[in-house]
């Protein structure tokens, strides 16, 4: 599965940006399509994820801010971001986890700069 991640940019705190991440193929429904980041000096971590039946799931630190959503008519998912805070400043990837061949594919990432 190739992944292309694209929206990311600069915004002030308090505004929104829309990233998202077109597959090579439509998701599975066992499949999970996510996002995850890495700030400087710190660990990547999950912000959201979707699995191919609709279940999502959020960071404490996202929710109520971030939505994760699917098109899959365009093999394509979504990260709204909204009440954005410089702490989610970082590099943005999108992620695809494969249930039966337990592989897992990473796209490039898109960075997020919020300021203050």
């Known amino acids: 599965v190739q992944l292309q991640a694209s929206g990311g940019g600069l915004v002030q705190a308090g505004g929104s940006l829309r990233l998202s991440c077109t597959g090579s193929?439509?998701?599975?429904?066992?499949?999970?399509q996510g996002w995850y980041r890495q700030a400087p000096g710190k660990q990547r971590e999950s912000v959201a994820a979707?699995?191919?039946?609709?279940?999502?799931n959020y960071a404490d630190s996202v929710k109520g801010r971030f939505t994760i959503s699917r098109d899959n008519a365009k093999n394509t998912v979504y990260l709204q971001m909204n009440s954005l805070k410089p702490e989610d400043t970082a590099v943005y990837y999108c992620n695809y986890k494969a249930f039966r061949s337990q592989n897992e594919y990473w796209g490039q990432g898109t960075l997020v700069t919020v300021s203050s």
């Open positions: 193929r439509s998701i599975f429904e066992l499949d999970i």
């Open positions: 979707i699995t191919g039946s609709g279940i999502t």
